[in-house]
């Protein structure tokens, strides 16, 4: 076994159907009195229920969350809160919404309780991310991550089942390159490999039956555990290409992983043997790249990156970017595979082996 530093982060966890209605009791464990309920426009029901719930200890509704956070939002989101005299804010929806949560602890410190709608994984992490001018900058800070996160299945049950199997496949992704990180340790190699199975396992069902309270739980369990390996390890080339190409070339952030991820594999495939083995195993196949593509493929994801917004006189452009400030990686970045990987992913190709 190879030497390795674990950090265990503290997490509280309420899981299971109904676990929303111990809110209330969570702000009190927090000491908090009044929290401003954030959501997406089109989650704003969801949001107003939540309020609702809270009755006088919800400060109010705000329903600005867009992908990626804009500064503007997040500075809006923050005064909005000190306006309303909000202690505390619940943030209930995807990667967008949590992500907006975050920039207001970032920079107020305000406790946060994550209600998750998809499998994202945000909740889990200490990453946060915020859009100025253009440029989306990451970085990760303890005060980010939230106080509570309550994973309810009954919340994502309306989640269409077209995100559901790509935001899905953006929680493999996290415990697939998990598996080969340079900062990989035993214990988080357990939960990539068992989300990856969960995951496996629930997205055929959830296609299937995507109103099925005990697959919408499995579903949720498989992104907890990979979105704690996100949060713990570093991630590689295949996050790496995802950035580039959803930040410079705007393409959809939960269908971009779906699209890269076997061809990012595919990519380290022969420098991470070990890691493959764990993936395949997870997904009971021989090859970690094809089963990860026939996943999303048969479960009616998209596969080519032309499918999904990119154009091809971009991806030279696409690859240089790519090679900048490199994120670590088992394979050395070579420009000419990489630029190859970009063009089967635009293609859709399902890898060789
Ligand atoms: N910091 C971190 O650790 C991480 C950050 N992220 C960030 O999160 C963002 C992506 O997160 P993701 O969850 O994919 O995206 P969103 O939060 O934007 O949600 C994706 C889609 O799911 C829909 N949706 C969410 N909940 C429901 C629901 N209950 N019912 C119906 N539809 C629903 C949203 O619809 P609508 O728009 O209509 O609300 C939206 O179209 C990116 O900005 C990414 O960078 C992702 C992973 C980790
Ligand atoms: O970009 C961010 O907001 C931070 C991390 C991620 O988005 C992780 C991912 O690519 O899913």
Redesign the pocket.
């Known amino acids: 076994m190879k030497d390795f530093v674990y950090i265990g982060r503290p997490a509280r966890v309420l899981f299971g159907p109904g676990t929303l209605r111990q809110l209330a009791s969570e702000l009190d464990r927090l000491g908090v009195r009044k929290a401003l309920v954030l959501s997406t426009p089109e989650q704003r029901a969801s949001a107003e229920q939540v309020a609702g719930m809270l009755g006088e200890r919800a400060a109010g509704v705000f329903d600005r969350a867009v992908m990626h956070v804009p500064i503007e939002t997040a500075r809006e989101a923050r005064a909005h809160a000190v306006r309303l005299g909000a202690d505390c804010a619940v943030a209930v929806g995807g990667?967008s919404t949590v992500?907006l949560g975050k920039a207001i602890a970032l920079d107020s410190g305000l406790p946060i309780v994550a209600v998750p709608t998809t499998y994202?994984g945000s909740e889990m992490t200490t990453?946060y991310?915020i859009t100025e001018a253009g440029l989306?900058k990451?970085g990760r800070d303890d005060r980010v991550l939230p106080r509570t996160v309550i994973y309810d299945p009954e919340l994502t049950l309306g989640l269409p089942v077209g995100m559901s199997i790509t935001s899905g496949m953006?929680a493999i992704a996290?415990a697939a390159e998990g598996l080969y990180s340079t900062t990989s340790n035993p214990i988080i190699d357990l939960m990539a490999e068992e989300g990856i199975r969960a995951l496996g396992v629930a997205l055929p069902r959830l296609r299937a039956q995507p109103r099925d309270l005990e697959v919408r739980g499995n579903a949720l369990y498989g992104a907890w555990l990979c979105g704690t390996v996100?949060a713990s390890v570093e991630m590689a080339l295949h996050?790496k290409l995802?950035?580039t190409l959803g930040g410079s070339f705007n393409l959809p952030?939960a269908e971009t992983?779906t699209v890269v991820l076997p061809h990012a594999l595919a990519y380290n495939a022969k420098a991470a043997p070990e890691a493959m083995h764990r993936i395949a195993r997870a997904l009971e196949a021989k090859s970690a790249p094809q089963a990860v593509y026939d996943l999303a493929r048969d479960n009616g994801a998209p596969v080519a990156l032309r499918d999904i917004g990119m154009r091809a006189e971009d991806l030279d452009r696409a690859c240089d970017i790519a090679l900048q400030n490199q994120y670590p990686n088992p394979r050395p970045l070579e420009r000419a595979a990489l630029r190859q990987l970009l063009q089967d992913a635009y293609e859709g190709k399902r890898p060789s082996e």
Request: aromatic fraction near 0%; proline fraction near 0%.
């Open positions: 990667g992500g994202a990453i991310g989306k990451t953006n996290h996100l996050h995802c950035h952030h992983h």
